[in-house]
């Protein structure tokens, strides 16, 4: 069925009851109504019918007052029959008023406006109460609240109680959100409809979500397995430095990534807003997740992060490789990345991996692109490649079939000024003792993510040391 919007499809005694004794109004699902409702103009427009046609409703004083088509009152000692009859009614608030004309309590109609598919559970929040000092999930029961029905919203929701109505006034808070699995984050709140109080009206909120292709592990995965549950999102009160390049920069929101790839970091964020809990791993604030605002989101295969009101969010410990699609927000709200970084990976040969005693250095082929001085490979002026910590790129082999190691393309200037943002020639060597031989190969590398070069090192059979 579809919301009533025609009167002559509520029948008195059926789908709408009034009670002159007790003065209420009633809505009740069946026959032509169903759980869709009927908007408020329309229960007005047959309220109307019968008191004209009703020669006993026409002996009470009328219900209703209407303001405009989306705005009426509740008069003459009327109300509305259950918080069932509430839950029907569309497209339009009220507020209940006494003999005085003063509100006993205030119901806006929220309205979603954009696609939210059907059976997706949108929620509110009516009032912050947030309290760092205690750090009790219980202290936030109750101010998150789902909407009576899935799918795109429009219903009444209460804004305002007197000390008899439950002794309340939200009218200047309300925050929409939709958090699906696999879909992107619906979030729409007063100040993003040019709001600062809200009164007894529809109100049209902007909420819509769309699949999300980034999201692909279940939530049992991501909230019990590995690389997930090393991760953690920590609020501190003062702020964190980071460098970034050669700039700090200050954040107070810190997601540990737990050396896993931006898809997974993103992942496990997302999995955190949806939960009804504290997600602070720290311990200092009570941060329920399904509250809190979006800290990341993906632009195509570029991770970001956000600037929420405790302040910006930092991303350590994620894959070297991923360096060039970050970007993160400072409590400022400046968007920042680092400095393109170039990835090189090294791949050893069984006699590298096998021999305990291996290890391997990069050098610069030459310094051509730079002074130009003959501090090439094969010197004693040869120089070691320096990673985007401005640590050498030498260690040993340890046992691993790959390393991964970051060099800072656009600001090395090891070879010289000249030298920044051009492609580096390279000499990679290996040595090991029980196992490996020496061995050497060259590479380049270039402004990309894909710079490899392979050290297979032939067995060695000669070494000896008794």
Request: glycine letters at 8%.
């Amino acid at each position: 069925m579809a919301i009533i919007t025609d009167p002559d499809f509520l029948i008195d005694g059926q789908e709408i009851v009034i009670s002159t004794s007790n003065k209420t109004v009633q809505l009740v699902i069946g026959g032509n109504l169903s759980s869709d409702g009927a908007t408020i103009k329309c229960v007005y427009s047959k309220l109307k019918e019968l008191w004209k046609n009703s020669a006993t409703y026409i002996k009470f004083p009328f219900p209703m007052g209407p303001i405009t088509d989306e705005q009426f009152e509740m008069i003459n000692g009327w109300d509305w029959a259950d918080d069932t009859t509430r839950y029907l009614l569309r497209t339009g608030g009220w507020a209940v008023k006494d003999s005085s004309g003063i509100s006993l309590e205030e119901w806006a109609c929220i309205v979603s406006l954009g696609v939210i598919a059907a059976g997706d559970q949108a929620y509110y929040v009516q009032t912050d109460s947030e309290n760092p000092s205690a750090l009790d999930p219980s202290y936030e029961v109750g101010l998150i609240q789902d909407f009576e029905l899935t799918g795109p919203v429009n219903q009444a929701v209460k804004i305002y109680g007197d000390v008899t109505h439950g002794n309340f006034d939200y009218r200047d808070y309300f925050k929409i959100y939709c958090r699906i699995y696999q879909k992107t984050y619906a979030f729409s709140q007063l100040s993003e409809i040019g709001v600062s109080e809200m009164t007894y009206q529809a109100y049209r909120f902007p909420l819509a979500n769309a699949s999300d292709v980034k999201i692909t592990h279940d939530d049992t995965v991501v909230g019990n397995d590995a690389p997930y549950s090393g991760m953690s999102i920590t609020w501190y009160s003062t702020p964190q430095e980071r460098v970034i390049g050669s700039t700090s920069y200050y954040f107070n929101i810190i997601v540990d990534g737990n050396n896993a790839t931006a898809e997974q970091i993103f992942e496990f964020v997302q999995y955190k807003l949806r939960q009804d809990a504290d997600i602070d791993d720290g311990g200092g604030f009570l941060q329920i997740g399904k509250k809190v605002r979006s800290l990341l989101r993906m632009v195509g295969d570029t991770l970001y992060t956000s600037r929420i009101a405790e302040g910006g969010v930092f991303i350590d410990n994620y894959q070297d490789v991923d360096v060039n699609r970050l970007v993160f927000t400072d409590n400022s709200g400046v968007e920042v990345s680092f400095p393109y970084s170039a990835v090189l990976t090294l791949s050893f040969g069984d006699n590298l991996i096998n021999d305990t005693n291996a290890k391997y250095w990069v050098y610069f082929t030459n310094d051509d692109a730079g002074d130009n001085t003959g501090r090439d490979y094969g010197t004693s002026t040869a120089i070691l490649v320096k990673d985007n910590d401005g640590v050498d790129m030498t260690d040993d082999v340890s046992a691993r079939s790959s390393v991964q190691l970051t060099y800072a393309y656009d600001s090395n200037v090891q070879r010289g000024n000249s030298s920044a943002a051009e492609d580096a020639p390279i000499t990679c060597v290996a040595i090991g003792l029980d196992t490996g031989q020496f061995v050497k190969a060259t590479g380049i590398i270039a402004r990309s993510t894909s710079n490899s070069v392979s050290l297979v090192a032939p067995l060695e059979r000669n070494y000896q040391n008794n």
